[in-house]
Each structure stands twice: as C-alpha cells, then as structure tokens.
Antibody, heavy 121, light 107 residues
Framework: EVQLLESGGGLVQPGGSLRLSCTGSGFTFSSYAVSWVRQGPGKGLEWVSGISGSGGSKYYGDSVKGRFTISRDNSKNTLYLQMNSLRAEDMAIYYC??????????????WGQGTLVTVSS | DIQMTQSPSSVSASVGDRVTITCRASQGISSWLAWYQQKPGKAPNFLMYAASSLQSGVPSRFSGSGSGTVFTLTVSSLQPEDSATYFCQQANTFPGTFGGGTKVEIK
C-alpha cells in the first residue's frame, strides 16, 4: 500500500524557519517525482514545489521561490521542504503527493495526511 | 501561468440528482486535466485523469469530459458520500495549477 507521511509542522514566528519531511512507503520512492501542495485555512489548493525522482530537477511556485528549498534523500525514502523567511500567508496545511506521469500529463495520485504550519507571533 | 477557473463555487443538490461542475483553463491544455475530491479534514483524493479516465476504485457515477479549455465533471446520481469539495488541476505542465474548488452539498 502506497503511503506518504508528513511531519515537521508547527508554530513558527514570522521570519522564522521550519523543515518539513515526508516519508514514502509501499513504492519505489526514487522512481517518482513528488510535490508539496498547501492549503491555507478555508482556501483552495496551491502547488508549492516539486522534485524529480533523482532530485536533479526542482520546481517552485512564484510565492515561495527564493525562500523554500525542496530536496530528497532516496536512501531514506524521504522528501524535505526547508522553509525560510516564513510569512503569515505561508500558514497552511502542507501535503506531500506522489506525481505520476501518464499519457503526457502529470497527476498527483497519492497524498499524505498533511502537516499544519502556523505562522504567528 | 495557466489559470484554472471552476464554476459554480458551490452547489446544493438532492440525493439522486445529476450534478455538473465546469472547469475552464486560460489556455488550451489538450486533455491534460485531473479532478480531485476532498472531504472535510482529509487530504484530496485523486478521482480522474486525462479529463475522462477514472482512477481505479472511483464509482462509475463519476464522469468527465472536455478538451482544450473547457472541462466538466459530472456525478450522474448524487450520493450522500459525494458531499465534498472538488478541484480541477491542469496537468499540461509540471507542476499543474488548481482551480478554486466547487463545494457540493446534499440538500
């Protein structure tokens, strides 16, 4: 069974940093790109960042570019999101999701349960 | 960036009703569109890909259509467990942007 489990969320002050982790199981982790998607309180889904299976290609949304860094350790089946210079608008549930490429499109077929990041003084 | 717009933002219907949600892309995305279902307090669930292909395990009352810039998700006979928010996502580019969501409520 494919599973993704996020951790690392919590309360942080504006301007602070936090590192999220996502551990995958039930599939060959290194064979898949993975993404971070967030959802602010009462809001829709916003794609944050993505990384290829090898880690060689990384992508960021405009709202986090230059502040967030995505990485992965395939030996530990773990995805990371280093978040620096956090702002109130970064407060959200952060989900990791597995990316599948099928027929030319890129889809998020499995999602973790999410981890809550609260940015407040 | 490709913008995705969903309508309506919410819909209330009775059990057994047919419900249709529309998703529009700001530019053509061929058939590279996904639909996700999200229930309160839960992660999104992958429903459909390539605009009309059901993910394994998704009930056949769900169907999708469209290509280019206009897409629809239809629930042919609404069931109580279908009460959720539905999001479209363009899958033409990695990563794909999401629509704003449509909340489906049961009367």
């Amino acid at each position: 069974e494919v599973q993704l489990l996020e951790s690392g969320g919590g309360l942080v002050q504006p301007g602070g940093s936090l590192r999220l982790s996502c551990t995958g199981s039930g599939f060959t982790f290194s064979s898949y790109a993975v993404s971070w998607v967030r959802q602010g309180p009462g809001k829709g889904l916003e794609w944050v960042s993505g990384i290829s299976g090898s880690g060689g290609s990384k992508y960021y949304g405009d709202s986090v570019k230059g502040r967030f860094t995505i990485s992965r350790d395939n030996s530990k089946n773990t995805l990371y999101l280093q978040m620096n210079s956090l702002r109130a608008e970064d407060m959200a549930i952060y989900y990791c999701a597995r990316v599948i490429a099928t027929g030319g499109g890129y889809y998020l077929d499995y999602w973790g349960q999410g981890t809550l990041v609260t940015v407040s003084s | 960036d490709i913008q995705m717009t969903q309508s309506p933002s919410s819909v209330s219907a009775s059990v057994g009703d047919r419900v249709t949600i529309t998703c529009r892309a700001s530019q053509g995305i061929s058939s590279w569109l996904a639909w996700y279902q999200q229930k309160p307090g839960k992660a999104p669930n992958f429903l459909m890909y390539a605009a009309s292909s059901l993910q394994s395990g998704v009930p056949s009352r769900f169907s999708g259509s469209g290509s280019g810039t206009v897409f629809t998700l239809t629930v042919s006979s609404l069931q109580p467990e279908d009460s959720a928010t539905y999001f479209c996502q363009q899958a033409n580019t990695f990563p794909g942007t999401f629509g704003g969501g449509t909340k489906v409520e049961i009367k």
